[in-house]
């Protein structure tokens, strides 16, 4: 199995609203990314966790929390986000950390969209 | 942070080799090289990495010049389903500490007509 799935698909939410992203993979991976891609533009890293310890936040506000229950699940919980969040949210795994030598497996992306 | 550059777009037709190049002037000295496949509403996908020379797989080819400030991704007879956004992924050589920061490419937006 070399598929990460994420859940949402899509989702709407209000700047008051409390929402949480997921992500799941079964490869093994103990590496696990979100990223989150503007339209038209790259993706852009947010958090790493390295077997289950948070490894890399790149200054990303609080309204984000990302949580590693076990290896396989990776979470993003959003509150109080605001209209420039809407993006689309990507999961990453790769197998050990975060070395550019690892290939990274990604989700489908959750769109948010956010009122 | 490195600047990560790539032509904004680049149109070809079925059959023809394409060849689309990303420039990191501040790649970090241990890192690969990367590229990825994206297509609308999905994550990006593998296609291939390289840290010098040349590398082949079975569905591209990366050049990699030996100071490693650019590297070219090579498809050699591209279809109508090559039809994506393409990006590098490079390591920041600006970043001191043991994990360099992940930096991908501004994005090539390749477009095969019949």
């Known amino acids: 199995d070399t598929e990460v799935t994420q859940t949402p698909k899509h989702l709407v939410m209000g700047m008051t609203n409390k929402k949480s992203l997921k992500c799941e993979q079964h490869m093994g991976h103990r590496a696990m990314y979100w990223y989150k891609q503007k339209a038209k533009k790259p993706p852009e890293l947010m958090f790493v966790?390295?077997?289950?310890?948070?490894?890399i936040n790149e200054s990303v506000p609080s309204r984000f929390s990302p949580e590693c229950p076990n290896s396989s699940l990776l979470n993003l919980h959003l509150h109080a986000l605001q209209p420039e969040d809407s993006a689309l949210y990507l999961c990453a795994s790769s197998q050990d950390g975060v070395a550019i030598q690892e290939t990274q497996y990604f989700g489908p992306g959750t769109r948010l969209l956010v009122l | 942070l490195a600047k990560t550059t790539q032509p904004i777009s680049m149109d070809s037709y079925e059959g023809q080799e394409v060849n689309i190049t990303c420039s990191h002037n501040n790649i970090a000295t241990n890192d690969y090289i990367t590229w990825y496949q994206q297509f609308p509403s999905q994550g990006p996908r593998f296609i291939i990495q390289g840290y010098k020379t040349k590398v082949t797989n079975e569905v591209a080819s990366l050049f990699i010049p030996a100071d490693r400030k650019s590297s070219t991704l090579s498809l050699p007879r591209v279809s109508l389903s090559d039809t994506a956004v393409y990006y590098c992924?490079?390591?920041?050589?600006?970043?001191?500490?043991?994990?360099?920061?992940?930096?991908f490419g501004t994005g090539t937006l390749l477009a095969v007509q019949p």
């Open positions: 992924l490079v390591g920041d050589g600006d970043n001191s500490g043991a994990t360099n920061k992940l930096i």
């Open positions: 966790y390295s077997y289950e310890k948070l490894s």
